[in-house]
C-alpha cells in the first residue's frame, strides 16, 4: 500500500522527508511527487490547502535507531518512543503538514492485550 498524502508545497515536502527520514526524492510535477526509500514510496498530491491530516502506522526492524536519528536530523517527535501494550515499541512524529507516522517494531504482548488460547 502506498500512501497519496495532501501537502501544500510539494518541493518543500520532499526536502523534508529527504533531510529529515532519509527518503530520496522519486519524482515530481506540478501536481504530484513521491519519495521512496528501500521498502516504502509516499506520494504527494498539491492542494491549495490542507485538509485532515493523516496518520500512517510503519513497521520497522530497529525503531530505537530509527527514533533516535530522527530526533537528531530535527523530526518533530509528538508521541515518545515507548514500549505499547499491544505489542510495539513505537513513536509517532508528524510532518509538517501535519501528517502522522507511528513507527515501531514488535515486542512481546503484555497484560490484557496477549491472545487468549483456544481450547
Given at each position: 500500500m502506498?500512501?497519496?498524502?495532501?501537502v501544500?508545497?510539494?518541493?518543500?515536502?520532499q526536502?523534508?522527508?529527504?533531510?529529515?527520514?532519509?527518503?530520496e526524492?522519486?519524482w515530481?510535477?506540478e501536481?504530484?511527487?513521491a519519495?521512496?526509500?528501500?521498502?516504502v514510496?509516499?506520494?504527494?498530491?498539491?492542494?491549495?490547502?490542507p485538509?485532515?491530516?493523516?496518520?500512517?502506522c510503519?513497521?520497522?526492524?530497529d525503531?530505537?535507531a530509527?527514533h533516535d536519528?530522527?530526533?537528531?536530523?530535527?523530526a518533530k517527535i509528538?508521541?515518545?518512543?515507548?514500549?505499547?501494550p499491544?505489542g510495539?515499541r513505537?513513536?509517532?512524529?508528524?510532518?509538517?503538514?501535519?501528517?502522522?507516522?507511528?513507527i515501531?517494531?514488535?515486542?512481546e504482548?503484555?497484560?490484557?492485550?496477549?491472545?487468549?488460547?483456544?481450547?
Amino acid at each position: 500500500m502506498t500512501p497519496q498524502l495532501p501537502v501544500t508545497d510539494i518541493p518543500a515536502t520532499q526536502a523534508w522527508y529527504r533531510d529529515v527520514l532519509g527518503f530520496e526524492v522519486a519524482w515530481a510535477n506540478e501536481d504530484f511527487g513521491a519519495v521512496s526509500s528501500e521498502r516504502v514510496e509516499i506520494y504527494f498530491q498539491r492542494v491549495d490547502s490542507p485538509g485532515a491530516a493523516v496518520t500512517c502506522c510503519v513497521r520497522v526492524d530497529d525503531a530505537d535507531a530509527l527514533h533516535d536519528a530522527c530526533r537528531e536530523r530535527g523530526a518533530k517527535i509528538v508521541d515518545a518512543l515507548a514500549d505499547r501494550p499491544w505489542g510495539m515499541r513505537e513513536f509517532t512524529l508528524e510532518d509538517p503538514n501535519g501528517h502522522r507516522f507511528r513507527i515501531g517494531h514488535a515486542i512481546e504482548l503484555r497484560g490484557r492485550w496477549r491472545t487468549r488460547e483456544r481450547a
